[in-house]
Structures are given as C-alpha cells and as structure tokens.
Nanobody, 125 residues
Framework: QVQLVESGGGLVQAGGSLRLSCAAS????????MGWFRQAPGKEREFVAA????????YYADSVKGRFTMPRDNAKNTVYLQMNSLKPEDTAVYYC??????????????????WGQGTQVTVSS
C-alpha cells in the first residue's frame, strides 16, 4: 500500500513557474513507476508525465513537452513536477499516481494503482 500526498499548487500568472511535490509513504518507493495527471473542470483526467522507477525514462504529454519536467528523488521518496512557462490552459487539479510496473501504457490512468488527493493549480492570464 502506498500513500501519496501532493503539495505545491497555487495561483500563478501566465508565464510563471510552480513545482509540485508528491511524497510517498512506501519504503519501496524506488520500485514504483510514477505519473502525473490533471483534471480541469468539466474535462476528463489527462496524462501529463510519467517516470520509471530509476528515473532513467520519462514521458510527457505533447501539451507540456519542453515546459514541464518530472524528476524523482528516491532517497526522499518524492517525485516532482517542475512546471515552467505556465499557460491558463494548464489550470487543473494535478494528481500524482503510482504503479508497480513500467510498461507502454504509462499514459493511462487505469494503469495506476495508487493516487494522491490532488493539488489545485490555477494560472491567470
């Protein structure tokens, strides 16, 4: 069982930056692949980024590629989402998620076993 707690959300102007953190409770955190998803009002949850257990492989949605990065620190049981050049369309609740395997469906919410409670990110124009 893994408990995930996101933090770092808030209100920022367009063009600004935020760093989200996701702290995991599992002592075996380094064996989990991680993902970030987001959900805007009235829309489905969508993939943002994913990283494998070691951090050697990362994937990003086209909408955030070149602006967001997703590093992880296994010594701190934490994964991050560094968001730069934010746009109003990035406004959403951001969720981190964990799963016990790494595969081609890293962008599918259904592939993740554990979820955090979410943190709100609002980008003003």
């Amino acid at each position: 069982q893994v408990q995930l707690v996101e933090s770092g959300g808030g209100l920022v102007q367009a063009g600004g930056s935020l760093r989200l953190s996701c702290a995991a409770s599992a002592q075996t955190f380094s064996t989990y692949a991680m993902g970030w998803f987001r959900q805007a009002p009235g829309k489905e949850r969508e993939f943002v980024a994913a990283i494998n257990w070691s951090g050697s492989s990362t994937y990003y949605a086209d909408s955030v590629k070149g602006r967001f990065t997703m590093p992880r620190d296994n010594a701190k049981n934490t994964v991050y989402l560094q968001m730069n050049s934010l746009k109003p369309e990035d406004t959403a609740v951001y969720y981190c998620a964990a799963r016990t395997y790494w595969g081609g469906n890293y962008d599918s919410a259904a592939a993740y076993n554990y979820w955090g409670q979410g943190t709100q990110v609002t980008v003003s124009s």
